[in-house]
């Protein structure tokens, strides 16, 4: 395999399905070798994306990590260093989106969500910065954030604070490792058509009476190009993220929305 990226390493959480799996197609084809992680529950998914990945010819493992246990995480970018040399790209796109009504919110639902989507985020962070300051020559940390870390919608409101905290992490983390040459950037989607997004328009239908299916087609109409995203348009934006053209791009939540929101 040769190209701009050969002699890069990324990981990629929750890359057994949806937009993990995008992700990992798209920098398996930019050239990047890849450690892809997901829990163990989703091995057999993970095993299939590791095949699939095989043939753009570049090399690719697969690592079980559950990323609300930060000894995992850790686990994941050593065994990544050790198997492939290095880590250059860290993708934390590992999470989760339940709905909520708010006056029912609980805390153990509150704080799983949290365990995942902002820990989960944070300890990947950690770990990777660890290893690229240690190794020298800087890296890229990228997060999945969502255009619900940027504004709340209904029935989201544990999910979007979860995102708005991914953003703040993510600004901490460009602040303070800019000077190892390390940068960090989030990707913000609007409604991708993944399994996630398929629970999400049927708890409408409990939730808001909505038919199967309207949910979707509500946000869809509000894009002016007329849908939601396929997780290969925001694995589009991943491969600029993870890629030398971002080089001066720092600390940004980038939205990839089919212009549905705009600010
Ligand atoms: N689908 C959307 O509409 C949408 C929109 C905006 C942002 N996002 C974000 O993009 C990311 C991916 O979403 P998706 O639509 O592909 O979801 P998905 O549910 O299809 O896939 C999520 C993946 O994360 C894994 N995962 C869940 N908990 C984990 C844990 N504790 N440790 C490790 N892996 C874990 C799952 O096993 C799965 O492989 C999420 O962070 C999500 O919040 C999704």
Redesign the pocket.
């Known amino acids: 395999m040769t190209g701009i990226n050969s002699t890069r390493v990324a990981i990629v959480?929750?890359?057994?399905?949806?937009?993990?799996?995008a992700i990992a197609h798209r920098l398996a084809r930019d050239g990047f070798r890849l450690a892809l992680?997901?829990?163990s529950?989703?091995a057999k998914?993970?095993d299939g994306v590791v095949t699939e990945v095989g043939k753009f010819g570049t090399k690719a493992i697969s690592l079980p990590?559950?990323?609300?246990k930060k000894e995992?995480v850790d686990g994941l970018v050593a065994e990544t260093a050790k198997e492939l040399g290095q880590v250059n790209v860290m993708v934390a796109?590992?999470?989760?989106?339940p709905t909520d009504s708010f006056m029912d919110i609980e805390p153990k639902f509150f704080d799983n969500l949290y365990?995942?989507?902002v820990r989960?985020v944070l300890f990947s962070y950690q770990a990777a910065a660890r290893q690229m300051i240690a190794q020298g020559g800087g890296g890229k940390l990228i997060?999945?954030?969502?255009?619900?870390g940027i504004g709340v919608g209904i029935h989201q409101t544990a999910?979007c604070s979860s995102?708005f905290a991914v953003r703040a992490i993510n600004q901490g983390a460009a602040l303070e490792l800019g000077k190892y040459g390390i940068t960090a950037n989030v990707?913000?989607?609007?409604?991708?058509?993944?399994?996630?997004?398929k629970?999400?328009d049927d708890d409408f239908v409990t939730l808001d009476g909505k038919n199967s299916g309207g949910r979707t087609k509500e946000l869809a109409d509000l894009s002016p190009l007329g849908r939601?995203?396929e997780?290969e348009d925001?694995a589009k934006l991943v491969g600029f993220l993870a890629g030398p053209d971002s080089d001066f791009v720092n600390g940004q939540a980038m939205q990839c929305n089919g212009g549905a929101w705009l600010s």
Do not use: F, H
Not at 65 to 68: A, F, L, M, Y
Not at 93 to 97: D, L, V
Not at 143 to 148: I, K, L, Q, Y
Not at 187 to 197: K, N
């Open positions: 959480t929750g890359a057994g399905q949806g937009i993990g799996r992680a997901d829990v529950g989703n998914a993970l990590c559950d990323v609300r995992d796109n590992a999470g989760i989106a365990e995942v989507n989960g997060a999945a954030c969502s255009v619900s999910y995102k990707y913000c989607p609007g409604p991708v058509l993944t399994d996630m997004w629970k999400i939601c995203a997780p925001i």
